[in-house]
Every structure is written in structure tokens, then in C-alpha cells.
């Protein structure tokens, strides 16, 4: 009793001790290289955006979503009395100051396959849109969306061609509904492939990407668009373990134009089929630290065929660039537009050679 009685004696002398604890109030010096990235996000930020999804229910069907969904989620118009429930959310990025954004495929499809009909954009500003599904493409996982408003800020792309391991990145979006969110890292690696769509080149970083970052834009030190999140290789559990891959620019611009103007993209190709070769033959071909894939089928009356490749030829560079594989090339030659002459550097028999070909349509879904 007593030991406590001494506590209760000692206390207050404790809390009245006058202890002060030194501050320094002054901001940080964001002069200083690596300090902060604070100027350049508040730029770049309000051109981000939040995406979600709906689905139109009749009013007297609410009641049996009761517990399942957040009352204040529930969107009822004053002049319909149209109520909508969400389904879907994810990010985006403004692209033009007239109101076009641009996000992942996934973003605004439904479970069923289908685009959604009902799609919402919210500003950093907190208004919100209801957006025009512009056009969608499944073999890159990208869409454009239309909102309608004017004089909008808007994010700039990059070059992702100049990108290299070791830069630093900043993805940005809207991770599990939290809010708007910027989390850093590099490039931890280009060119990857393996997720599943017919056009890969996924920028690899270790930024963290959680569910709901998808469309949102992945950032260069300069404050550009270098790429798009899109996917994570996760262990099992959902979250983010340091291995996220993002579409790089210069395929989402390409894609964005072609869905902004037709609401559709046209491809290129030449009617080839190719495998890459092992790094010992591309040794023995001198074609070491660079792509070389060699031909497995020419379709008949296609380009490839009229300019002169036969199966069995290896493919060394597209107009006189080089390549890392048979994904990177047929990428490329994708991105040619119909008509367009390209030239061909191949090997036959160990002697060099030259195709010329006209580049045709790739009919649409391949």
C-alpha cells in the first residue's frame, strides 16, 4: 500500500517537471537534389484520376444489395431517379485538356466480358463526370474514356524508349479506394512479356501497385508519363511485393490515338510466323547482344512472301534497328501503319540480304 501510495506522490512532480524538447520549425531545403519531389508531383497530380464503374439497377431492387454495398456509394440521379451501384474501380490519367483520358481495359469491363455502360471519372478537384467509353483494346489492355469538360490539366508522355534499369518512378493512382496515392521506385526492368495479351513490353518496377492503381500513370523524374500500371506478380496473398508492370508510353500512345480518332486500332503486319534463336546460334551468327529470330511460316501472297522471306531466313534488324526478340519485333511491325514500306535485314545460307515490304491490315482480334 505503501509503494503505491509513493506512485501517486511522485507523479504529478513528474508531469510538472518543466522537461522542454528542442524543434526546428524551418521547411526542408527541396533545393537540394533528392530531397523532395513535392513541386513536381503538385503538377502532375491533378491530372491523375479516379475511375469507377456501375451498374443501373431499378430502384426496388436496392433493397437486396442492403449490407452488401456502402450506402453512400449508392448514386440515385434527382431527375431520373436512375440509381446506380458500384462494381469497378481503378485509375486513369488525363491526356488532353479537352476531357480524354486514358486507363486499362480491365478498369471499365465487367465481369461478364462486356465494356461498361455506366463509367465515372472524379477529378482531384472532387467534381465528377459520367464518361463516354471511347474504344477499347483487348490485345494491349488499354482504353480511352471522353469526359465532358474543357481546359482540364493534363500529363505529357515520355519517351519509354530512352527509359533505362535505374531510373526513378513514381506510380500514382488510387490504391484499394484509399485515395489518391504516390508511392517511388525504379525501373527494375524493360521489355518484360508473360501477362497474358498479344502486345507486350511492360516497363517492371518496384513501386508499390495495389488493386485499384490499374490506368494510373507511372511517372519520370521530369513529371511524364513513362508508362501505365497495370498488372502485379503477387505471392499469393493479393498485395504488393515489389513487382508491378506497367505498359510503356510510347505503346499507349500509339493506341490512345488510334482510340480517340476511330474508336478502334490498326495494326501492321507482314504474314510471318518466328521463334527466337538460342543464344548459342545467334553466337554463331555474330549476332550476339542483339534480337535474331528466324522464320517458321510465310503465308502465302502475304508481304513477307512478296518481298522475298522464306522460312527459315533470321531476321536481324527492322530498318536497321536491332531487336531483342520475336515479341519485340512483331511489336514493332505492329505499330507500322498499313501501307508503309519498311526494310528488312535477314541472313539466308550465312549471306545478308535486304526485303522490302509493304506493310498490310492485321485483321482485327489478332
Same mark, same amino acid.
Given at each position: ?19 522542454? %524538447? ?15 519531389? =513535392? /513541386? ?81 471519372? #472524379? ?5 465528377? %463526370?459520367?464518361? #463516354? ?21 493534363? =500529363?505529357?508522355?515520355?519517351?519509354? /524508349? ?8 513514381? *506510380?500514382?493512382? $488510387? ?25 507486350? /513490353?511492360?516497363? &517492371?518496377?518496384?513501386?508499390?501497385? $495495389? ?46 490515338? /488510334?482510340?480517340? $480518332? ?9 504474314? !510471318? &510466323? ?9 553466337? #554463331? ?6 534480337? *535474331? ?10 508481304? *513477307? ?9 533470321? !531476321? ?51
Amino acid at each position: 500500500m505503501l509503494r503505491y501510495l509513493t506512485a501517486l506522490i511522485l507523479l504529478p512532480a513528474l508531469t510538472f517537471a518543466g522537461i522542454s %524538447f528542442e524543434t526546428d520549425v524551418k521547411p526542408i531545403d527541396r533545393t537540394r537534389p533528392g530531397a523532395s519531389y =513535392a /513541386d513536381m508531383l503538385t503538377r502532375i497530380m491533378p491530372s491523375v484520376v479516379s475511375i469507377s464503374t456501375a451498374q443501373v439497377i431499378p430502384p426496388e431492387v436496392l433493397r437486396r444489395y442492403r449490407g452488401r454495398i456502402d450506402p453512400a456509394e449508392v448514386k440515385v440521379d434527382a431527375k431520373t431517379g436512375e440509381v446506380t451501384i458500384p462494381t469497378g474501380l481503378g485509375s486513369g490519367t488525363i491526356i488532353n485538356s479537352d476531357g480524354y483520358v486514358v486507363t486499362n481495359r480491365h478498369v471499365v469491363t465487367m465481369q461478364d466480358g462486356s465494356t461498361a455502360k455506366t463509367v465515372f471519372v #472524379k477529378l482531384s478537384d472532387r467534381r465528377e %463526370f459520367r464518361a #463516354k467509353v471511347l474504344g477499347v483494346d483487348a490485345n494491349t489492355d488499354i482504353a480511352v474514356l471522353k469526359i465532358d469538360a474543357k481546359d482540364l490539366p493534363f =500529363a505529357r508522355f515520355a519517351d519509354s /524508349d530512352k527509359a533505362r534499369v535505374g531510373d526513378m518512378v513514381f *506510380a500514382i493512382g $488510387n490504391p484499394l479506394g484509399v485515395g489518391m496515392t504516390v508511392t517511388s521506385g525504379i525501373v527494375s526492368a524493360l521489355g518484360r512479356s508473360g501477362m497474358g495479351l498479344t502486345f507486350e /513490353d511492360f516497363i &517492371q518496377t518496384d513501386a508499390a501497385i $495495389n488493386p485499384g492503381n490499374s490506368g494510373g500513370p507511372l511517372i519520370d523524374f521530369e513529371g511524364r508519363i513513362l508508362g501505365m500500371n497495370t498488372a502485379i506478380r503477387t505471392s499469393g496473398g493479393g498485395g504488393n511485393i515489389g513487382i508491378g508492370f506497367s505498359i510503356p508510353s510510347n505503346l499507349m500512345i500509339s493506341v490512345a490515338f /488510334d482510340l480517340a $480518332n476511330t474508336g478502334k486500332v490498326v495494326r501492321g503486319m507482314i504474314g !510471318i &510466323q518466328g521463334e527466337d534463336l538460342s543464344p548459342e546460334e545467334s553466337v #554463331k551468327l555474330s549476332a550476339a547482344g542483339r534480337g *535474331a529470330v528466324r522464320v517458321t511460316e510465310v503465308t502465302d501472297q502475304s508481304p *513477307a512472301a512478296k518481298g522475298g522471306l522464306r522460312k527459315g531466313d533470321i !531476321i536481324i534488324a527492322l530498318e536497321a534497328k536491332a531487336f531483342e526478340s520475336w515479341n519485340d519485333l512483331r511489336l514493332a511491325i505492329s505499330r507500322k501503319k498499313p501501307g508503309e514500306s519498311v526494310v528488312i535485314s535477314y541472313l539466308r545460307g550465312g549471306r545478308g540480304s535486304l526485303a522490302h515490304v509493304t506493310i498490310a491490315e492485321r485483321p482485327a482480334g489478332n
